[in-house]
């Protein structure tokens, strides 16, 4: 619906989206929106494909992101992102992690990893803008972070300062991993800021 | 539903000034909680802030004006099993027992956190719903959640509990999976509440489930009868906002209370109970017709709307000034309701997703509709397939989705289990009968190793089955697989006939200390209870030679060689036999947590065997190389590649460097 507005996270089970769609979540809340998130548990999480939809607006019905119709797709491995093509308009914001994660069949070298697999998006006009989270979290000083690193680099696109997140990371993120925490939110939101 | 929120956000607009407070469940979900607040100032024109998310790239930055600690707000931000959890908390629940299954688990996680509340973990769905009919029948609130495939198990006491009623008000949470997210089946749980005769209310969101589960216990003692609540995946996982409320007490009192005739249900007993769950279900239409669970929402009249659940919101979305009969209780329906509907409406239409369950009973009632003829009875449904559905030509242009190499879920790196599916794999001969956990991940190739899954409990017996099919021609080929708390739960029937009626396979037991594929809960084999509390752990051996089994032998799966030398020991007896594969899940925060020794490979000894890669293992790959780069690397030319470990996945389980018969797989510093 044009009055909600999307935003699509995808990556690998254990990458740390559900945290990163997390602090969005409370960051547009803390905005004055109505928010609802939809997340896949279970089977799913054993390193397979996993995503979280994150929507918000004045009032929010659907938990669910139409296909065509994600504003913002963040995805923290790359093949991840081409994954949901079909979730983007001609409008839409990619970000994405450069970190590859092979899936099973690349890893048993049965098929390469795709080559410029984000020219799929790329080729449709959609801007893309690439993040090496995994780098800028390691010199933050903690790779875990990368996920952070992403949610800053995302926060650009969204309509709240960095205060409202800062606030958040203060208050929702245990004390001894604010401040590597907050380091890696700046610096991923200095990339689009 | 208005919330409070969406109240405090039209003040916003009109003032360009709004306070927000939130309070935060902290990370645990620990009752007490964290209050934080804002007063963002918006832009002064409330078109600007609508802007703001029409175009969230071109939107100016709200600049935080304050922000301060207040400590009165409700608003918190939860997911349907968290608020169900809380809801269930708030309506005086004293006793509840369930069995971990997605997407139910986390009500129960989540309802043992809160104080007042007895909670358990269940070896069965079956036991779990007694349980709860035991603490309703001594006077209490009760609560038993399962997924929708335990309500089969657990369908034995349903169907009678409805003849019994309650004293304390009892409800019994079905989290169905529609699209199968994690599960083998996707089966409408709806049409328990039509076969058993027990009301049944579905929320659509978060906060909804939260005020229904509280009316869910008035209902049932007030109506003497067990309640049916159901929700999907897109209700239990999803979070919204929602308020917390005010703590409810039972009308019921707590005692032993002697009620035979409603309670001993002989045959004679029954059939007068039997008249009275037909004037309950009577007396419950009534409710059904008041605007307690059902509402009409009227707007545009060319279109009417039925629909429930989820669906609702997707209604909602799709046709959003359409009319709406939205129906809070699925069971009884509103016949008088929905025929004043339908003939308000020009063209009527019921959205609900799998069976048509209310379409066919309002066909039933002589009423014309649309249903299934344009709404799939497969899978989810969306708001996209809503409006598709109903108006093809709406259907915006997509862009084609890429072809990807596809990422399933496999067993993590260092799983337990990948030791004995690497050695079932290598055994051709054999047919493997499968169960429900992460080890039915077994399945998936390299390893592809199990041959059948239907359910839970449904190895050991599927082998006997065959085994008594086949005869000799079996012999020494069935194996059935199935992990510790899968044994509890059903399990131990199927291993009882085994040993009664003479069967000679090898039950594989993957003891892993935990039930793990919904997400490390404790079960009766590991010592602890739902709290993390020390418990009484059934010893699973010791189990097995009580029922009769004469060979059990407990093995570390790790040990890829004893691994093998157990399987093919067992398999060569000519009598039922049990291998107990024994390592911790590799998930458990003690193994999660502790320093791990990793492997890593002397590329330079790589013989390109790929021995280590067949294992599947993530932490795992291997690179192609040309015959070029095989010389330059100094390996034979026809050296297709080499395998590498990435150290920062692997947790040192050591099952590929058994393999590798090249030291080229090494402990790191050794």
Same mark, same amino acid.
């Given at each position: 619906?044009?009055?909600?507005?999307?935003?699509?996270?995808?990556?690998?089970?254990?990458?740390?989206?559900?945290?990163?769609?997390?602090?969005?979540?409370?960051?547009?809340?803390?905005?004055?929106?109505?928010?609802?998130?939809?997340?896949?548990?279970?089977?799913?999480?054993?390193? !397979?494909? =996993?995503? /979280?939809?994150?929507?918000?607006?004045?009032?929010?019905? %659907?938990?669910?992101?139409?296909? #065509?119709? @994600?504003?913002?797709?963040?995805?923290?491995?790359?093949?991840?992102?081409?994954?949901?093509?079909?979730?983007?308009?001609?409008?839409?914001?990619?970000?994405?992690?450069?970190?590859?994660?092979?899936?099973?069949?690349?890893?048993?070298?049965?098929?390469?990893?795709?080559?410029?697999?984000?020219?799929?998006?790329?080729?449709?006009?959609?801007?893309?803008?690439?993040?090496?989270?995994?780098?800028?979290?390691?010199?933050? !000083?903690? =790779?875990? /972070?990368?996920?952070?690193?992403?949610?800053?680099?995302? %926060?650009?696109?969204?309509?709240? #300062?960095? @205060?409202?997140?800062?606030?958040?990371?203060?208050?929702?993120?245990?004390?001894?991993?604010?401040?590597?925490?907050?380091?890696?939110?700046?610096?991923?939101?200095?990339?689009?800021? | 539903?208005?919330?409070?929120?969406?109240?405090?956000?039209?003040?916003?607009?009109?003032?360009?000034?709004?306070?927000?407070?939130?309070?935060?469940?902290?990370?645990?979900?620990?009752?007490?909680?964290?209050?934080?607040?804002?007063?963002?100032?918006?832009?002064?024109?409330?078109?600007?802030?609508?802007?703001?998310?029409?175009?969230?790239?071109?939107?100016?930055?709200?600049?935080?004006?304050?922000?301060?600690?207040?400590?009165?707000?409700?608003?918190?931000?939860?997911?349907?099993?968290?608020?169900?959890?809380?809801?269930?908390?708030?309506?005086?629940?004293?006793?509840?027992?369930?069995?971990?299954?997605?997407?139910?688990?986390?009500?129960?996680?989540?309802?043992?956190?809160?104080?007042?509340?007895?909670?358990?973990?269940?070896?069965?769905?079956?036991?779990?719903?007694?349980?709860?009919?035991?603490?309703?029948?001594?006077?209490?609130?009760?609560?038993?959640?399962?997924?929708?495939?335990?309500?089969?198990?657990?369908?034995?006491?349903?169907?009678?509990?409805?003849?019994?009623?309650?004293?304390?008000?009892?409800?019994?949470?079905?989290?169905?999976?529609?699209?199968?997210?994690?599960?083998?089946?996707?089966?409408?749980?709806?049409?328990?509440?039509?076969?058993?005769?027990?009301?049944?209310?579905?929320?659509?969101?978060?906060?909804?489930?939260?005020?229904?589960?509280?009316?869910?216990?008035?209902?049932?003692?007030?109506?003497?009868?067990?309640?049916?609540?159901?929700?999907?995946?897109?209700?239990?996982?999803?979070?919204?906002?929602?308020?917390?409320?005010?703590?409810?007490?039972?009308?019921?009192?707590?005692?032993?209370?002697?009620?035979?005739?409603?309670?001993?249900?002989?045959?004679?007993?029954?059939?007068?109970?039997?008249?009275?769950?037909?004037?309950?279900?009577?007396?419950?239409?009534?409710?059904?017709?008041?605007?307690?669970?059902?509402?009409?929402?009227?707007?545009?009249?060319?279109?009417?709307?039925?629909?429930?659940?989820?669906?609702?919101?997707?209604?909602?979305?799709?046709?959003?000034?359409?009319?709406?009969?939205?129906?809070?209780?699925?069971?009884?329906?509103?016949?008088?309701?929905?025929?004043?509907?339908?003939?308000?409406?020009?063209?009527?239409?019921?959205?609900?997703?799998?069976?048509?369950?209310?379409?066919?009973?309002?066909?039933?009632?002589?009423?014309?509709?649309?249903?299934?003829?344009?709404?799939?009875?497969?899978?989810?449904?969306?708001?996209?397939?809503?409006?598709?559905?109903?108006?093809?030509?709406?259907?915006?242009?997509?862009?084609?989705?890429?072809?990807?190499?596809?990422?399933?879920?496999?067993?993590?790196?260092?799983?337990?289990?990948?030791?004995?599916?690497?050695?079932?794999?290598?055994?051709?001969?054999?047919?493997?009968?499968?169960?429900?956990?992460?080890?039915?991940?077994?399945?998936?190739?390299?390893?592809?190793?199990?041959?059948?899954?239907?359910?839970?409990?449904?190895?050991?017996?599927?082998?006997?089955?065959?085994?008594?099919?086949?005869?000799?021609?079996?012999?020494?080929?069935?194996?059935?697989?199935?992990?510790?708390?899968?044994?509890?739960?059903?399990?131990?029937?199927?291993?009882?006939?085994?040993?009664?009626?003479?069967?000679?396979?090898?039950?594989?037991?993957?003891?892993?200390?935990?039930?793990?594929?919904?997400?490390?809960?404790?079960?009766?084999?590991?010592?602890?209870?739902?709290?993390?509390?020390?418990?009484?752990?059934?010893?699973?051996?010791?189990?097995?030679?009580?029922?009769?089994?004469?060979?059990?032998?407990?093995?570390?799966?790790?040990?890829?060689?004893?691994?093998?030398?157990?399987?093919?020991?067992?398999?060569?007896?000519?009598?039922?036999?049990?291998?107990?594969?024994?390592?911790?899940?590799?998930?458990?925060?003690?193994?999660?947590?502790?320093?791990?020794?990793?492997?890593?490979?002397?590329?330079?000894?790589?013989?390109?065997?790929?021995?280590?890669?067949?294992?599947?293992?993530?932490?795992?790959?291997?690179?192609?190389?040309?015959?070029?780069?095989?010389?330059?690397?100094?390996?034979?030319?026809?050296?297709?590649?080499?395998?590498?470990?990435?150290?920062?996945?692997?947790?040192?389980?050591?099952?590929?460097?058994?393999?590798?018969?090249?030291?080229?797989?090494?402990?790191?510093?050794?």
């Amino acid at each position: 619906m044009a009055d909600t507005g999307n935003i699509l996270f995808s990556g690998v089970g254990g990458q740390g989206i559900l945290l990163a769609s997390e602090v969005t979540a409370h960051a547009l809340l803390a905005a004055g929106y109505d928010a609802k998130k939809s997340e896949v548990h279970g089977m799913a999480q054993r390193g !397979g494909s =996993v995503t /979280a939809q994150l929507r918000y607006g004045k009032k929010v019905y %659907s938990p669910l992101i139409e296909p #065509g119709r @994600a504003d913002i797709l963040i995805a923290f491995e790359m093949m991840e992102a081409a994954r949901y093509l079909l979730y983007l308009h001609s409008e839409s914001k990619v970000i994405v992690n450069t970190q590859q994660i092979k899936p099973p069949s690349v890893a048993m070298g049965q098929i390469p990893y795709p080559a410029g697999v984000l020219d799929v998006i790329t080729e449709k006009g959609v801007q893309v803008v690439t993040v090496d989270a995994f780098d800028i979290a390691r010199d933050a !000083g903690e =790779v875990k /972070a990368a996920n952070v690193v992403m949610v800053g680099a995302m %926060s650009a696109f969204l309509p709240m #300062g960095a @205060a409202v997140y800062e606030e958040i990371i203060n208050t929702r993120i245990p004390e001894r991993f604010r401040e590597v925490n907050l380091k890696a939110f700046a610096a991923g939101r200095k990339i689009t800021a | 539903m208005l919330s409070f929120f969406t109240c405090l956000w039209q003040r916003v607009t009109g003032e360009g000034q709004f306070l927000y407070s939130l309070c935060v469940v902290t990370a645990d979900n620990k009752k007490e909680s964290l209050f934080i607040g804002f007063v963002v100032r918006f832009a002064s024109h409330p078109g600007e802030a609508d802007e703001a998310f029409k175009s969230p790239s071109k939107a100016e930055n709200i600049k935080q004006e304050q922000v301060k600690k207040v400590t009165d707000s409700k608003q918190l931000w939860m997911s349907g099993n968290e608020a169900i959890a809380m809801a269930a908390y708030e309506a005086g629940v004293k006793v509840a027992s369930g069995y971990p299954g997605t997407p139910s688990t986390e009500i129960m996680e989540n309802l043992s956190r809160y104080e007042g509340v007895y909670t358990e973990w269940a070896p069965n769905e079956k036991v779990g719903l007694e349980v709860a009919i035991g603490a309703s029948f001594a006077g209490v609130r009760a609560f038993a959640t399962m997924k929708h495939v335990g309500v089969n198990v657990a369908a034995d006491p349903l169907f009678t509990a409805s003849y019994t009623g309650v004293r304390g008000g009892l409800v019994i949470l079905t989290a169905d999976d529609p699209e199968m997210h994690s599960s083998q089946n996707e089966q409408d749980n709806r049409n328990y509440a039509y076969a058993a005769k027990l009301p049944m209310l579905e929320p659509s969101e978060p906060a909804e489930a939260k005020e229904l589960l509280k009316q869910a216990f008035e209902l049932s003692e007030k109506f003497d009868t067990p309640v049916l609540f159901r929700i999907t995946t897109r209700v239990a996982h999803v979070k919204g906002v929602l308020s917390k409320g005010e703590m409810m007490q039972s009308e019921a009192s707590c005692g032993i209370e002697k009620v035979p005739a409603k309670m001993v249900m002989l045959p004679g007993n029954a059939r007068n109970r039997r008249k009275v769950v037909e004037e309950r279900m009577a007396l419950l239409r009534e409710v059904a017709e008041s605007d307690q669970f059902n509402v009409i929402e009227n707007g545009d009249n060319k279109r009417g709307f039925i629909t429930g659940g989820v669906s609702y919101l997707y209604v909602k979305e799709a046709f959003p000034e359409a009319s709406v009969l939205k129906l809070g209780m699925s069971w009884p329906l509103p016949e008088q309701k929905i025929r004043e509907f339908a003939a308000g409406v020009d063209e009527l239409f019921i959205v609900e997703e799998l069976d048509p369950f209310l379409e066919h009973h309002i066909k039933g009632m002589g009423i014309e509709c649309h249903g299934k003829d344009l709404i799939p009875n497969q899978g989810e449904l969306n708001t996209s397939i809503v409006r598709t559905s109903i108006d093809p030509d709406s259907a915006p242009e997509l862009f084609a989705a890429a072809e990807l190499p596809m990422r399933p879920p496999n067993m993590c790196a260092g799983c337990p289990h990948r030791g004995v599916f690497f050695n079932l794999s290598k055994m051709k001969d054999i047919f493997v009968s499968g169960d429900i956990g992460c080890y039915t991940l077994g399945f998936l190739p390299p390893l592809s190793a199990m041959d059948s899954c239907v359910c839970m409990g449904a190895s050991v017996t599927i082998a006997h089955g065959m085994a008594k099919a086949l005869g000799d021609e079996g012999k020494g080929k069935l194996v059935s697989v199935i992990g510790d708390s899968t044994f509890v739960h059903t399990g131990i029937n199927g291993l009882i006939n085994s040993v009664y009626n003479d069967s000679k396979t090898v039950l594989v037991i993957l003891d892993n200390r935990i039930t793990a594929m919904t997400g490390q809960q404790n079960n009766p084999t590991t010592g602890c209870n739902i709290k993390g509390e020390a418990a009484n752990a059934i010893n699973i051996e010791e189990l097995c030679r009580a029922v009769g089994v004469k060979h059990v032998e407990v093995v570390n799966p790790h040990d890829i060689q004893a691994c093998k030398k157990a399987l093919k020991t067992a398999l060569d007896l000519d009598e039922m036999a049990v291998v107990i594969s024994r390592a911790p899940c590799v998930l458990l925060p003690e193994i999660k947590n502790a320093v791990h020794n990793p492997y890593l490979t002397a590329t330079e000894n790589c013989a390109g065997c790929m021995a280590c890669v067949k294992l599947g293992c993530p932490a795992i790959s291997w690179i192609n190389i040309t015959p070029e780069e095989a010389v330059a690397k100094g390996y034979k030319e026809k050296q297709k590649g080499f395998a590498v470990i990435n150290e920062v996945q692997c947790n040192g389980c050591g099952q590929c460097a058994v393999l590798c018969k090249f030291e080229a797989i090494n402990r790191k510093g050794e």
